[in-house]
């Protein structure tokens, strides 16, 4: 299966302000996913990230509000701005399997705290 | 409306015992359910993957089962480790087809083993 680099781990951000998520992943995937676990809820789908197209968002999500960047097939990025204490969560990405018979790869989360 | 629930929302044991946790299902068109681990500030690991037609599958310790019928799931462990301390989460595909399926997920059994 992919193996996916996401950075930072955690972050300690003060509101209105923004931050950018990366993931990497070790090898060329035609879609990426980015995902929001707020705590003690399941996750929930922000937008699926598209090489050379708009990111396609979920109801409830708006580019504005999580900017999507996907420059080649390997990478993407998801900025949380303008952020409030309610943008605490895990932000994880997730690609596709490989194999049908594999799951999803999930990176390692950003754990965000907004103070 | 497409749900996942699962049972018990946490759970305790000793070390070496075993223990089975829940998931049911609303979905529909069902394509696959899979179990999740994630441990503590990490993202999500695939332990198994079921499609229809399966009923039972097994990787190590861990047994998960499906009833297509009844729209359950069971996730079996066996002789519970301290490294078995995670969240469980189980997440079904949508069945559209296509390049990509929907995932609806649970929200998860904390489970901690405890020596």
């Known amino acids: 299966s992919a193996v996916i680099s996401q950075k930072p781990s955690r972050d300690i951000c003060q509101r209105g ?6 993931c ?3 090898s060329q995937v035609t879609m ?6 707020q705590p003690g809820q399941s996750l929930t789908l922000i937008a699926t990230a598209n090489q050379g197209s708009e990111a396609t968002y979920e109801s409830g999500f708006v580019i504005d509000k999580f900017p999507i960047s996907r420059p080649n097939l390997t990478f993407s990025t998801l900025t949380v701005s303008n952020m409030s204490p309610e943008d605490s969560s895990i932000y994880l990405c997730s690609v596709e399997p490989r194999i049908s018979d ?6 390692s989360g950003t754990r965000l705290t907004v103070v | ?3 996942v629930e699962q049972s018990p929302q946490s759970l305790i044991i000793l070390e070496g015992k075993n223990c089975t946790l829940q998931c049911n299902y609303t979905v529909s068109p069902f394509s696959n359910l899979r179990w999740y681990k994630q441990d503590t500030g990490r ?5 198994t993957i079921m499609t229809f037609s399966e009923n039972t599958k097994s990787n190590g310790r861990y047994t998960a089962t499906l009833d297509a019928d009844t729209k ?4 079996h462990i066996t002789a519970s ?3 078995d301390s995670a969240s469980y989460i189980c997440v079904v595909s949508l069945g559209y087809g296509g390049a990509t399926n929907k995932l609806i997920f649970g929200t998860g059994t904390l489970l901690a083993v405890q020596p």
């Open chain 1, 17 to 22: 302000t923004s931050l950018t998520i990366q």
């Open chain 1, 24 to 26: 990497q992943v070790d």
């Open chain 1, 32 to 37: 990426m996913f980015w995902y929001r676990q």
């Open chain 1, 102 to 107: 594999y799951g999803y790869t999930f990176g």
């Open chain 2, 1 to 3: 409306k497409n749900q």
């Open chain 2, 43 to 47: 993202g999500p690991v695939s332990l």
């Open chain 2, 72 to 75: 359950q799931s069971s996730l």
């Open chain 2, 81 to 83: 480790q301290l490294s």
